[in-house]
């Protein structure tokens, strides 16, 4: 299925969106985002961030992580046996896009249709890790 994500996409704004749509009124019946809180870019702190997904009735199959350049490379650094995103992928078991204009503090795993652009299509099929000071 083809990702609503193109070459235009504003991950800036993106990820400021995925925020606030997870700060909307608690108890409302609006669907929000799955946020989590992550102490560092490592594989298990991701594998935490899938899971909070898959309990919300996702497909897991059909997720995919959306990280910035420096959060690619540093987990490419810290396993392993990873060297590259294709190594990557292998270690998550999903597929991972690259983008450098996401932001470093926000990894995001989403249903590639969850999105079209910088608009929320299905807020209920992303969840957002906000990475805290990765050093």
Known sequence: MPSRL??????????ARVRTQSQQAPGSDTE?????????VRSDSLETLLEAAESEHLEPGDLV??????NADRLCEREADVDDVDELE?????????EDGMPDDTVLLLHPDAVEGEEL?????????IVGTDE
């Open 121 to 129: 299509v299905e807020p209920e099929a992303i969840a957002c890790g």
């Open 65 to 70: 992580f959306l990280l910035s350049r420096a």
């Open 32 to 40: 929000r985002v799955t946020i989590r809180s992550l102490e560092a």
């Open 6 to 15: 193109d070459p235009e996409t504003d991950f800036e704004e993106l990820t």
């Open 90 to 98: 292998d270690v998550l078991g999903r597929r991972v896009r690259v």
